[in-house]
């Protein structure tokens, strides 16, 4: 989050919130803890901060061409999810043209 361009080392000029700070803590105890319970905990905590500070808001959209065959029947493409993501509801018109 709030490295310097050599690993381990801080960002300079930049100010760092506190809530900043316990996600680089966060972070870095994650990667040492191996007891999954209480990684768990610490990633908890990440998620609430998150949703509190929101320090991340996911506003992309890839750009992504899809060619579905005329005979498949159901598709329902979205930005995020692409063109098969209710494969189950997909069907084949197997007439021949």
Request: proline content about 6%.
């Amino acid at each position: 989050w709030n490295l310097g361009s050599q690993p381990g080392s801080e960002a300079e000029g930049v100010e760092v919130t506190e809530w900043e700070q316990e996600i680089d803590s966060i972070f870095a105890q994650g990667t040492r803890e191996l007891d999954f319970e209480s990684r768990k905990r610490l990633y908890d905590r990440y998620q609430i901060i998150a949703q509190e500070q929101l320090p991340l808001i996911g506003t992309f959209n890839p750009l992504v061409l899809t060619a579905v065959r005329d005979r498949v029947e159901g598709v329902d493409p979205r930005p995020i999810l692409g063109a098969l993501w209710n494969l189950d509801e997909l069907t084949v018109d197997i007439q021949p043209e």
